[in-house]
């Protein structure tokens, strides 16, 4: 209780002004919902591990620019799955792209909607989301 406490007066404490995010009505929430939800494997500053965890930090945004990559982020398990309503989940979402690799989210970006994430998120990668994201990743590298 003690830690959720302290989680909620981190993300109520003053930070430095950050730049706008679309589709982020709420960013402090966002920012609870990720220290909630994501940042125990992702890590605080979203570098993830070499382990299990695919980084978010100069990373996550890549996936826009490839096909299927939009929505491979929104269906991923941890993501598909949470437990959040997808209004606060299209938030977080893009939240983290702004947070963690606002640098590689493309021009003309369009924020998740909550609609798109309840579509999305009724077909959640199992499996199959390790070859998804390899193949993913194989058109990432070549755009580099």
Request: some cysteine; charged content about 15%.
């Amino acid at each position: 209780m003690i830690r959720l406490a302290a989680m909620m007066m981190m993300a109520a404490a003053p930070v430095a002004a950050q730049p706008a995010m679309p589709g982020v009505p709420n960013p402090a929430q966002a920012r609870v919902d990720y220290m909630l939800k994501c940042q125990g494997c992702h890590q605080p500053d979203g570098a993830g591990n070499a382990v299990n965890t695919p980084p978010l930090a100069g990373m996550v945004a890549r996936f826009l620019a490839v096909p299927g990559g939009r929505q491979f982020v929104a269906r991923v398990p941890g993501v598909a799955m949470v437990d959040l309503d997808s209004v606060r989940l299209a938030q977080l979402l893009n939240w983290t792209l702004y947070r963690f690799d606002a640098r590689h989210v493309p021009a003309g970006f369009t924020p998740y909607t909550p609609a798109e994430i309840a579509a999305l998120r009724r077909r959640p990668l199992r499996l199959d989301r390790v070859g998804a994201r390899a193949t993913l990743m194989t058109h990432i590298e070549a755009t580099r």
